[in-house]
Each structure stands twice: as structure tokens, then as C-alpha cells.
T-cell receptor, first 114, second 117 residues
């Protein structure tokens, strides 16, 4: 069974469009994350979210918004896509409990904006 | 603020030789430290972590890392490299006493390891 899954795996779209990437984890974790990996492989946190708190990295444009219908899902919605949004987006979830700090990553969604 | 440095973009090693991938960190308190590996077109996979206790941490696939507080380092090592170890390796840190956004992991820039047959 896949622990953290993302759909779609690949996404090619036109500038200005709105798109969503879905993430689901079946690990029972209560904290989830979105990361962006650029063409140089640099990995940057975008959001962290649990049922109490949404933390947004201050450099993330407000065109990006996380949406969590329930504890097992954290979807990423992107409005008015720009060329610079092209990247690989990773979802992750974290173990619950004291000292349980390990994050588990999804396979990634490769977004290409034309 | 917390930060991680991986000083080498690329490390090449011959199969069977020992390998080291370097990582140094900066946090305001005591750290949680992690190593992750990324194979081509895949997500990050957890290798090992230092939370507390023994400074030498053993992880998956024969990898280990040693937490050195005085040198603020957490280098990844393996006694005998395999061609299949070739991948991108990320070090990550979190300050254990922080809250809010500081509880998020900060990743290094990654080191591409190539093991030559």
C-alpha cells in the first residue's frame, strides 16, 4: 500500500490556468506538508498543516492555497499559473507524537507551465 | 533561524570504497537531524535521524551518521559503497525547542552521490 500518494504524477498546463494537486496519506498522521523542488533540486517548504494550525512560508504567493477536506488529505490549489511555477511538488506527512519527527514523502507531481 | 549546509554538490566514489556525504547545521538550540535520499524521478525516502541518545545513528541500506555537536556536523557515511547507492542525498534540521514555522524542517541543497563500478 502506498503510504503517501499524489495525483496527478505529471501535469502540463497553460499559463493563467487554475489547477489542483491531490495528496492522501494512509499513515494516520495528523500533520501534512507541501514542498516545492526547483530545477536545481533545491527543496523548499511551502505549507505545513494539521487540524489546528496552518503555517504558510512567507515567500509563497497567495495564488497557492492548501485545502484539507479531512485529516488524511491535503490538496494544493494553484490559481493563475505562471511559468515560474514549473517544478516538482511533494506532499509529505509526519508521524504523530513526541519525538516522532520523521516525514514521509509522496512520489511528487511534475508541473510544467507553458 | 535554522540552516543546513551541504558543501559538496557532487561526490564520486568507487564501488566498494567508503563514502562520506558532509552536512553541517546551524540552529539556536539542540537539533533534530535527518538524512533523506532521492532516486531519479522519485520522492524523498527517509534514511536515518538523530533525535537523542547515541551520537552514532544507524539507518537503512547500511548507512550511518554521527552527530558531532562541537563541530555542528552530521555527516553521512557508509563503509562500502554500492552502485545502487547513486542518488541525491539531503540533510535536514529542525530546532527542537521552536514552535510555529520554525518546527518545519530545513533542507540542505542536496549532494549528488555517484558510485562508479
Amino acid at each position: 500500500d502506498t503510504a503517501v500518494s499524489q495525483t496527478p504524477k505529471y501535469l502540463v498546463t497553460q499559463m493563467g490556468n487554475d489547477k489542483s494537486i491531490k495528496c492522501e496519506q494512509n499513515l494516520g498522521h495528523d500533520t501534512m506538508y507541501w514542498y516545492k523542488q526547483d530545477s536545481k533540486k533545491f527543496l523548499k517548504i511551502m505549507f505545513s498543516y494539521n487540524n489546528k494550525e496552518l503555517i504558510i512560508n512567507e515567500t509563497v504567493p497567495n495564488r497557492f492555497s492548501p485545502k484539507s477536506p479531512d485529516k488524511a488529505h491535503l490538496n494544493l490549489h494553484i490559481n493563475s499559473l505562471e511559468l515560474g511555477d514549473s517544478a516538482v511538488y511533494f506532499c509529505a506527512s509526519r508521524e504523530t507524537g513526541t519525538l516522532q519527527e520523521t516525514q514521509y514523502f509522496g512520489p511528487g507531481t511534475r508541473l510544467l507551465v507553458l | 533561524a535554522q540552516s543546513v549546509a551541504q558543501p559538496e554538490d557532487q561526490v564520486n566514489v568507487a564501488e566498494g570504497n567508503p563514502l562520506t556525504v558532509k552536512c553541517t547545521y546551524s540552529v539556536s538550540g539542540n537539533p533534530y537531524l535527518f538524512w533523506y535520499v532521492q532516486y531519479p524521478n522519485r520522492g524523498l525516502q527517509f534514511l536515518l535521524k538523530y533525535i537523542t541518545g547515541d551520537n552514532l545513528v544507524k539507518g537503512s541500506y547500511g548507512f550511518e551518521a554521527e552527530f558531532n555537536k562541537s563541530q555542528t556536523s552530521f555527516h553521512l557515511k557508509k563503509p562500502s559503497a554500492l552502485v545502487s547507492d547513486s542518488a541525491l542525498y539531503f540533510c535536514a534540521v529542525r530546532d527542537r525547542i521552536s514552535s510555529g514555522s520554525a518546527r518545519q524542517l530545513t533542507f540542505g541543497s542536496g549532494t549528488q552521490l555517484t558510485v562508479l563500478p
